[in-house]
């Protein structure tokens, strides 16, 4: 199991010091959008495929993304880059609500996202 600490999609990210507000406006600037996803506990969206680069920021609960055969735990404040083309399969793997903002890649084909 990887706990993704190596990733250089991953950056450990205190939640507290960044609101949406701050992390729209940063995605913006590496060319992402920025929305607001919640996911009941137990919630699985399997094997997805995007033609463009996604950015995911957890902010509340645990979750797990299995992406090219490895398995990334994320815990509140951690963020990863999900690379297009990636197949991935996200799960709320913790007792309560996962809250995430995530983003796609602007400028680029959507199908699929």
Known sequence: MDH???????????PERRDRDTV?????RQGFNCE????PPGQVWHDF????????LLLEGDCQI???????RLHAG???????GSRHTVRNCGE?????LHGYRQGQSAEGA
């Open 4 to 14: 993704g600490g190596n990733d250089a999609g991953r950056r450990g990210i205190q």
């Open 24 to 28: 729209r406006a940063e995605w913006a």
């Open 36 to 39: 607001l996803w919640i996911d």
């Open 49 to 56: 495929l995007h033609d463009v680069d996604e950015i995911v």
């Open 66 to 72: 299995e992406l090219n055969g490895r398995i990334v």
């Open 78 to 84: 951690d963020e990863l880059t999900i690379p297009a």
């Open 96 to 100: 309560g609500t996962a809250r995430w």
